[in-house]
């Protein structure tokens, strides 16, 4: 029964700041990458930030480089992204992603909405 559950999503002005966490159960959390990805209306999925097994190696999109911070917690199974500075841009669906050699999962995923 693997499971990646994302929470903290919600509804915020523009500028405002939210964090996202996903939660793994079922497989070596510290095995492996994790990343998380967004996908508006009408739009493709993106990726928006990355992160090693360890925590050392991360990666943005450039669209959030200097307002995301992605990172990990292996002792609680538990991946986050801190969003500042939020942008109507920013709104969309954000889910969890995690990967090792042949495995993928992938997370229901958590709603953010930039909005005035």
């Known amino acids: 029964q693997v499971q990646l559950v994302e929470s903290g999503g919600g509804l915020v002005q523009p500028g405002g700041s939210l964090r996202l966490s996903c939660a793994a159960s079922?497989?070596?959390?510290?095995?492996?990458?994790m990343s998380w990805y967004r996908q508006a209306p009408g739009k493709e999925r993106e990726l928006v930030a990355g992160?090693?097994?360890?925590?050392?190696?991360?990666n943005y999109a450039d669209s959030v480089k200097g307002r995301f911070t992605i990172s990990r917690d292996n002792a609680k199974n538990t991946m986050y992204l801190q969003m500042n500075s939020l942008k109507p841009e920013d709104t969309a669906m954000y889910y969890c992603r995690g990967r090792r050699v042949i495995f993928d999962y992938w997370g229901q995923g958590t709603q953010v909405t930039v909005s005035s």
């Open positions: 992160i090693s097994s360890t925590g050392g190696t991360t």
């Open positions: 079922g497989f070596t959390f510290s095995s492996y990458a």
